[in-house]
Each structure stands twice: as structure tokens, then as C-alpha cells.
């Protein structure tokens, strides 16, 4: 769980993996040199094999010991510690256990999307190991491995869509029901599905299968991950849970055995299994040269014709993992009524297109106009791989709308996707600070030109300006906080133009925070009179 692992083939042609947090590694192509490879620690990275590309998708957490994506191609991971459940949102950066983002200029990261958690996390983690109490009562413990959406045919419908996961301690599978709530989703619990009835179950990975079954595998050890008693080799397991006997399935079953009509036939199977191996073994005969064009035709009609937007979305997915993504499949896709074929249409539209600056007006449309969280996340989320111009316009578009405001990730994506940029136009950013609606982006844009303040004085000099113009109160404070924040440390830096002045103005306003803040940075600056103030507290016994 400390190097690359756990490897799932995506919707998308893409072979999905793993990665604990105790050491970082720079995964990549034996031809590409480490320097000019991407770090990760904990997160999750992804690998084209054709491409031979590497890419990070997400940074954060512990370690994720469990990856799944479900029937709208929404991908989600199990973890440890911090927080069982996080949606994955390519471009986001996740809390984690210890340590620093890579990037030190995020100022906050995104937490789980389970509203509880396996344990009584009031506590040391340490003390869930047992899985006994109220450990017990709440899911076990906090250590999940495995993890698996259920799209099978064999247990009720009530199951489908959730996610399963082993609980370590508590030697058993928990369940979280997936609920759409804002611009993703929340994990509820649901009850325990199967407890072990002997102290050795360490269940590993969970998946089902072409019966609808799920397997289970079992290290079936006295020990774990922080026990160094010795391990025992030979005592794993794998179970096999059934809801009622599945049907017959032949012995010899082997899809590679199928025509591709019989292939694309199995995209409408209600057990999943069937379709992610049917679009795996196409992609495979297109790889070892078979003509796949009437294959693909097929897909096409598929994709426009369904009447269910989940076939047509499974359809688009196997056209993308073949290569086969045109302009026309983008523009159908962005047009639809289902959120998740729009998500798919921005996430194909940064991976396949030309040149994305041609898309310009349809992005910012869908920036201003689209009803769907969802969709508005997913533009904040591939913001950060489009043109700076046409990035800037999306996240400024994104920034302005009033319910989003509260959302648990759409500010911080778009954040995330604006800092870069900060720095380099800094007189845009702080335009933005009036506009937005979201707090933490004025606070952060504050924050991130004032940390560059010995590097570029005048964009300071132009923040303090527009600090000294604004009449709310509660940005004025979110600006000096931003500026507070930047300065936490520093002995001495150079007074932005004006500041006394303005700081004097500040002082007069009615909100008790702000002359606290002005005195504190008034002491960088170097300012006499806050000095002096400084000195009067500290010399007066009953302050």
C-alpha cells in the first residue's frame, strides 16, 4: 500500500491505481527520465497503455485500499484512518493523514464524502484496532480494504450502486449507500452485510462476478499491517456470497470467444462484469490490429439511440477506450439531458479534442446556464487542463454563482484551478475578490498575492488599493485575514503604498476582528504606532 498498486481498468482506456502515503514514488514509461515525471504519495494515478502516459488524479488521504467506479463512470475509493469514503474528483486534493500537499499554496483540502465513520474517530485511531464498543456499534474500526461499487444480478436490487468494503478490525463488510447531495455525492451507512464468525478474517478485496456473486478474499491472518509477529503464507481464503443460487453458467466461459456483434450485445447486460470485460477485449483486438469500423459504427448508433442514458453512456465509454471520440460525439454528448453523459462529454472534450479553445463558448454556456452541480464541478475539474484564457473564464464564471457557495467541493476545485494563475495576473484575481461569492476564494487570492510580496511588491500595492475602496465589511476581513495568513512568521516586510492610511480607515470600521488584524500586520510593516500599541497590551497586567 506504499508504492503503485491496486490496478483497475477505467471506462475510459485507462488503467486506474493506487498509492499509500509513507513513500513517494514517480511512476512512469522505463524510457521517461524520474525528473520529468509527476510525484505522488497517497492518491490516486492513472496509466494509458497505449499512450504510455501517467497522470496523477488526485492527491491526498492515507492509504486507499479500495477502487471502484460506478454505472455513471463516478469513480470512488475506500480509505483509512482520516475517513473511509472520498469521490474522486480528477484535479482535487484531499486532507490527509500527516504531511503537506505538494502544492503549499492550496490553504485548504477537500475532506471525506461519508457523513459518518466506522469508528469513534474522538479517539486515538490506535484504540479502534480491537473493533470492540462503541468501535463496534459505528462499522468496526477504522481500517477498510477493498472496495466495491455492486452492479451485479445475483443479490436484490436494494444492494446496486453501493459500496462495499472489508473493515480490518471489525472482520466484517460494511456498506455505504452512494447519495447524489450538491456537486457529488455523500456516503450514508447502511448495515453490515457479513460478519466473520473466527478472529483471522482480514478481508482483502471484494469483487463479483460473472454469476453475480461476490468473492471475497481472505489473508486469513492473527496479525496486520502493524503487527510484526510473523506471517502466516498459507492460510488465505476466498469465500463466495450468494443471495439465491445464480443461474447456470457454463464452466468454460470465455468472452474472448465472442463475435464483436455478441460483444456489443453484452453493453446492455444488467450484470456489469459483462460489459467491462466485453469493452476490455474489444479494445484488445483493436490493439492487435482487427478492423473494429463497423464495430464502432454500431457503438455510435448505440449511443444515440438508447432510450436508457446509462446504455449510452457505456456505449460512449467503449468508443473512448477505442480511440474513437470525434468532435460530434463531444458536441452530442454536451447537449444531453442526462448530467452524467454532459460530465462525460467535458472529461472526453479535454482528452480528445484538437484544440479546446474552440470550445469556448459552449464551456462558458454550460459555466453560467447548467442546473447541475455536478456538471459545474466536473467544468471546475477539467478547468485545469485547458488553455490559461479559457481556464480563467470557466472558474471566474464558476465563482459568481450564488449555490455553490456552501457546496463541499466546488469552491475548492475552483481554487485549485485558479492559483496558478494568481501570481501571474494578479490585477484579474483581485477584480475577483468583489465578484465572487465564495469566502474562502477571497481570503485565499489575498493570501496567495501577499505570499509573493518580496517578489512582486506592486500586486500587493494594488490589493491594500482595492482593500481601501471596498465597503464590506465582511471582505475587508476575509482580505486581511488572506494577508495575515500570507505574513504568519515574518519579522519584517516592505509597507504596500498607502498603508497607513488605509489602515487608519480600517481601524475605524465597526467590525471588532479587523484592528486586530491591521495592528498584526502593521507590525511587519514596521509601522511606530502599532508597536506602541503592542507594548501598552503587553505591559498592562489586565489585558
Known amino acids: 500500500h506504499n508504492i503503485v498498486s491496486g490496478l483497475v481498468w477505467g471506462p475510459d482506456g485507462w488503467i486506474y491505481g493506487r498509492h499509500g502515503i509513507k513513500a513517494t514514488s514517480r511512476p512512469g514509461p522505463p524510457h521517461i527520465p524520474p525528473a520529468e515525471r509527476v510525484p505522488i504519495n497517497c492518491g490516486i494515478w492513472r496509466y494509458h497503455p497505449v499512450r504510455q502516459k501517467v497522470e496523477v488524479v488526485v492527491n491526498g488521504t492515507t492509504n486507499p485500499w479500495g477502487l471502484d467506479y460506478n454505472e455513471q463512470g463516478e469513480f470512488f475509493f475506500t480509505n483509512n484512518v482520516i475517513g473511509h469514503l472520498w469521490h474522486i474528483i480528477p484535479g482535487a486534493h484531499y486532507v490527509r493523514m500527516y504531511g503537506n500537499d505538494f502544492n503549499p499554496h492550496l490553504y485548504e483540502l477537500i475532506d471525506q464524502h461519508a457523513d459518518h465513520y466506522h469508528w469513534d474517530h474522538s479517539q486515538n485511531w490506535t484504540d479502534s484496532r480491537e473493533g470492540v464498543g462503541v468501535h463496534n456499534e459505528l462499522?468496526?474500526?477504522?481500517?477498510?480494504?477493498?472496495?466495491?461499487?455492486?452492479?451485479?444480478?445475483?443479490?436484490?436490487?436494494?444492494?446496486?450502486g453501493?459500496?462495499?468494503?472489508?473493515?480490518?478490525?471489525?472482520?466484517?463488510?460494511?456498506?455505504?449507500?452512494l447519495v447524489r447531495e450538491g456537486s457529488g455525492f455523500v456516503g450514508e451507512h447502511r448495515p453490515d452485510v457479513m460478519f466473520a464468525n473466527q478472529p483471522w478474517f482480514r478481508g482483502v478485496c471484494l469483487t463479483y462476478g460473472p454469476d453475480g456473486t461476490v468473492f471475497v478474499s481472505d489473508w486469513c491472518d492473527f496479525g496486520e499491517c502493524h503487527d510484526h509477529d510473523g506471517i502466516h503464507r498459507s492460510s488465505g481464503r476466498i469465500y463466495r456470497i450468494r443471495y439465491e443460487e445464480p443461474s447456470a453458467i457454463r464452466a468454460d466461459l470465455d468472452l474472448s470467444m465472442f463475435s464483436d456483434r455478441?460483444?456489443?450485445?453484452?453493453?446492455?447486460?444488467?450484470?456489469?462484469?459483462?460489459?467491462?470485460?466485453?469493452?476490455?477485449?474489444?479494445?484488445?483486438?483493436?490493439?492487435?490490429?482487427?478492423?473494429?469500423?463497423?464495430?464502432?459504427?454500431?457503438?455510435?448508433?448505440?449511443?444515440?439511440?438508447?432510450?436508457?442514458?446509462?446504455?449510452?453512456?457505456?456505449?460512449?465509454?467503449?468508443l473512448a477506450t477505442l480511440g474513437n471520440v470525434s468532435r460530434e460525439t463531444i458536441a452530442y454528448l454536451l447537449q444531453q439531458k442526462a448530467e452524467s453523459l454532459r460530465v462525460w462529454g467535458l472529461r472526453l472534450l479535454v482528452e480528445h479534442a484538437e484544440k479546446p479553445d474552440d470550445w469556448f463558448e459552449p464551456l462558458i454556456q454550460l459555466a453560467i446556464e447548467d442546473e447541475s452541480a455536478l456538471v459545474r464541478l466536473h467544468l471546475a475539474s477539467i478547468s485545469q487542463r485547458l488553455p490559461e484564457d479559457l481556464r480563467w473564464s470557466i472558474l471566474e464564471s464558476l465563482a459568481i454563482n450564488e449555490t455553490d457557495k456552501n457546496d463541499h467541493n466546488i469552491p475548492l476545485l475552483v481554487w485549485y484551478g485558479i492559483e496558478p494563475l494568481v501570481a501571474k495576473r494578479p490585477q484579474t484575481a483581485i477584480a475577483l475578490i468583489r465578484r465572487t461569492t465564495f469566502p474562502q476564494l477571497q481570503q485565499f487570492i489575498a493570501r496567495r498575492i501577499t505570499s509573493e510580496i518580496a517578489t512582486q511588491p506592486k500586486a500587493v500595492d494594488y490589493l491594500v488599493a482595492a482593500l481601501g475602496k471596498d465597503d464590506s465589511p465582511e471582505r475587508r476581513e476575509r482580505i486581511l485575514l488572506g494577508m495575515s495568513d500570507a505574513l504568519r512568521g515574518w519579522r519584517k516586510a516592505k509597507a504596500p503604498a498607502n498603508w497607513s492610511e488605509i489602515a487608519a480607515a480600517?481601524?475605524?470600521?465597526?467590525?471588532?476582528?479587523?484592528?486586530?488584524?491591521?495592528?498584526?500586520?502593521?507590525?511587519?510593516?514596521?509601522d511606530g504606532r502599532a508597536l506602541e500599541e503592542l507594548r501598552a497590551v503587553a505591559l498592562d497586567t489586565k489585558a
Not at 139 to 160: A, F, K, Q, T, V
Not at 309 to 314: F, H
Request: hydrophobic letters at 35%.
Open 262 to 318: 455478441e460483444l456489443l450485445k453484452l453493453h446492455d447486460h444488467p450484470n456489469e462484469w459483462y460489459v467491462r470485460t466485453a469493452r476490455r477485449i474489444l479494445f484488445e483486438r483493436k490493439q492487435l490490429g482487427q478492423d473494429l469500423n463497423q464495430t464502432e459504427r454500431a457503438l455510435m448508433r448505440m449511443m444515440v439511440q438508447a432510450d436508457d442514458p446509462t446504455l449510452a453512456l457505456k456505449a460512449a465509454c467503449t
Open 506 to 526: 480600517l481601524n475605524k470600521g465597526e467590525n471588532p476582528n479587523v484592528p486586530r488584524l491591521v495592528r498584526e500586520l502593521s507590525l511587519v510593516f514596521g
Open 139 to 160: 462499522g468496526g474500526g477504522h481500517s477498510h480494504c477493498g472496495g466495491m461499487i455492486y452492479l451485479g444480478d445475483n443479490w436484490p436490487e436494494e444492494y446496486r
Open 162 to 177: 453501493r459500496m462495499f468494503m472489508c473493515n480490518t478490525h471489525g472482520r466484517r463488510i460494511n456498506q455505504d449507500a
